[in-house]
């Protein structure tokens, strides 16, 4: 696919930071998104990645991780 949509919920407004990185810990691709209490969703487009693994992450304002995910493309 050419996106690739992350979902996630915040316990409160929020902004974060969404990164996506290569295998090796290479940040290909990041965003700032001001998320709303609840449920929320970022994109990444993905057209231009080969094959291979790749690691979300989701880091608040205070610069606490919240979310990990490792992503395969195929």
């Known amino acids: 696919t050419s996106q690739l949509h992350l979902s996630f919920n915040s316990l409160k407004n929020e902004t974060y930071t969404a990164t996506l ?3 090796n810990g290479l ?3 990041s965003s700032t998104l001001s998320a709303r209490k609840g449920s929320n969703m970022v994109q990444f487009n993905t057209i231009s990645l080969k094959q ?3 690691l979300v992450t989701l880091v608040n304002s205070d610069g606490n991780i919240r979310l990990t995910q490792k992503t395969v493309k195929q």
């Open 21 to 23: 990185y290569a295998a």
């Open 27 to 29: 940040a290909l691709q």
């Open 52 to 54: 291979g693994t790749y």
